[in-house]
């Protein structure tokens, strides 16, 4: 019989990004950035529904922050120093030709295995490059290439 003991120490430093463009943590008590139309509250006081869920709804909180903007750490999720994960083997001779192994041991994964969180960060930007699906290109293209505005940076300073 042989037993292997042994202890695994993780530490996974995450990711900072220098121009702040990935996600923080989530932040409960913040004021989300979803809206409920004022028609579709108005539609839910037609139908009798309670008035403290509308205004639930109309107050809505929870959402998820800026890494490195207002007070938010500039790192995805904290250091955490106590990843310690015990290991055990052991190999057991039953016979000449038969050996048992076996073995068990903790694992400590990063928390949610996406240091890279840019989820804040997701948009795309739209060009209409035509009014008819391709079959004439907009005119005065070259003077004026986006008549209807370039949408802005996604980030903290717009919200989205």
Request: aromatic share 8%; hydrophobic share 30%.
């Amino acid at each position: 019989m042989t037993l292997n003991l042994g202890l695994r120490y993780d530490l996974t430093p995450f990711a900072h990004e220098k121009w702040n463009r990935q996600n923080g943590a989530f932040d409960p008590n913040v004021k989300s950035a979803i809206t409920v139309p004022a028609e579709a509250l108005a539609a839910l006081r037609t139908a009798n529904v309670p008035e403290s869920q509308i205004s639930n709804l109309a107050n809505l909180k929870g959402s998820v922050t800026f890494a490195g903007v207002n007070g938010v750490g500039s790192t995805p999720a904290s250091l955490k120093k106590k990843n310690f994960g015990p290991r055990m083997g052991f190999a057991y001779q039953v016979n000449e030709k038969l050996v048992i192994r076996g073995g068990a041991g903790l694992y400590i994964s990063n928390p949610n295995n996406d240091i890279f969180q840019t989820a804040g960060y997701n948009h795309q930007y739209y060009h209409r490059h035509s009014l008819d699906s391709g079959r004439t290109p907009i005119p005065n293209i070259l003077s004026n290439p986006y008549p209807t505005g370039i949408n802005g940076r996604p980030g903290p300073e717009t919200g989205r």
